[in-house]
């Protein structure tokens, strides 16, 4: 108590300017500290509402990476069950086979030729390469159609050109796959 009766003496004593001075330095200090602590505030609140946005960001990339993953697992094992169906399946084999069922096979400018590739996972792919001549559309779309069909195989590259007669000649590049374990 005694420490407010001196402060109380104190101020009245002082002269008017000083009194106004002082009242004025203290809620100067006084408003610049509010100032300081809603900076302070503000600065800290946006920020934090970047790191959520930016967390959100990345939850919602890692939920678009995981539902990819899954596919792509689901995808694997398709393609695992497709191959364990038929293990001893040759391309060459049952390309021959089409061809002689749509009787192409004089078509075939020369033999197929078998290429394999490793690839970076377990897999090989086995391309087959086939130059036909003097197809008609129609025999064209019935060979693509009847590949298409067959699970197993895909077109990799298929490259026609037009000859003089308005028939086909054709390049034609399908793949399989096989695990590496499988001998040839």
């Keep these: ?7 109380y003496a104190r101020i009245m004593s002082l002269e008017k300017k ?13 408003i610049a500290l509010v100032i300081g602590m809603l900076i ?13 946005t930016k967390s959100k960001r990345q939850q919602e990339e890692v939920r678009l990476l995981l ?10 094992k398709k393609v ?9 399946f040759k391309i060459k084999n049952f390309y021959e086979s089409i061809l ?14 078998i290429q394999e590739e490793n690839l970076r996972n377990r897999y090989i792919e086995i391309k087959l390469t ?6 008609s559309t129609e025999q064209l779309c ?15 590259d298929l490259s026609i050109t037009k000859t003089r007669n308005n028939n086909l000649d054709v390049v034609l590049v399908i793949g399989t796959l096989k695990i590496q374990s499988e001998t040839k």
């Design 67 to 76: 539902g990819q993953f899954t596919q792509l697992q689901e995808e694997s």
């Design 40 to 52: 302070y505030y503000y600065t800290t609140i946006y920020s934090l509402k970047n790191q959520l």
């Design 1 to 7: 108590m005694n420490f407010l009766s001196n402060l």
């Design 100 to 113: 002689q069922q749509q009787n192409l096979q004089n078509s075939q400018l020369k033999e197929a030729e």
């Design 18 to 30: 000083i009194f106004y001075q002082g009242i004025i330095i203290f809620f100067g200090i006084l």
């Design 130 to 135: 086939s130059q036909l001549q003097q197809l």
């Design 142 to 156: 019935n060979l693509l159609d009847t590949l298409e069909k067959k699970a197993r195989i895909y077109v990799k």
């Design 80 to 88: 695992n069950d497709v191959l364990e169906e038929e293990k001893n």
